[in-house]
């Protein structure tokens, strides 16, 4: 969207304009510092301005790289930031019964715009469509892995080796060879 986004206003852009990308990852991040460390920030900031030799930060763009991860709650965290970070965790893993600061004006519009109930029987049968779809495709990987899991074992591989495979657990794998027994 970023990119269609400046191709569009191309022609009006100019250096004095700040551009700000904003990453939300829905789940915990997997990645590490190159010393293997996890990386656990609820949100992280990139400057955009280079710098000089000697270190001296140049003020060019103000662009900005937010990355906004809500699974690393930290107490530091503003709570104007934390009133979103909030309503994206929520919305994931208790839309039914959210628990957010509706204080927050921008937070109860948001609310109100995702709301369940305010979409049309339209949007609804999509929606409901959308997870049943994704629902299917999650019970044929999983069946294709189980399969391929069987296989595995006649090579007598070991559980762990299977599970780094296939992406299934030790004990699905365990229940795959007492089933064979």
């Excluded at 920030?41 to 400057?47: H, S």
């Excluded at 934390?82 to 309503?87: E, G, T, V």
Aim: net charge negative; charged share 30%; glycine share 2%.
């Amino acid at each position: 969207m970023l990119i269609a986004e400046q191709q569009r206003n191309s022609k009006e852009y100019d250096i004095d304009r700040t551009v700000y990308v904003i990453v939300v990852l829905t789940a915990p991040y997997k990645i590490s510092e190159k010393n293997g460390k996890p990386i656990l920030d609820e949100v992280l900031l990139l400057n955009l301005n280079p710098q000089t030799l000697q270190g001296e930060i140049r003020e060019l763009y103000g662009h900005q790289f937010v990355c906004l991860n809500p699974n690393h709650p930290n107490s530091e965290t503003p709570k104007q930031i934390r009133d979103w970070l909030d309503l994206i965790y929520q919305s994931i893993h208790s839309p039914e019964r959210p628990v957010l600061n509706t204080q927050n004006e921008g937070i109860r519009k948001a609310m109100e715009l995702i709301s369940f109930e305010n979409l049309t029987p339209e949007e609804r049968t999509n929606a409901k469509n959308k997870e049943a779809t994704r629902i299917v495709l999650m019970k044929e990987r999983t069946a294709e892995k189980m399969e391929i899991a069987r296989k595995l074992i006649k090579r007598h591989l070991t559980n762990e080796e299977i599970a780094e495979d296939t992406g299934l657990t030790v004990e699905q794998i365990e229940q795959l060879r007492s089933e064979k027994d």
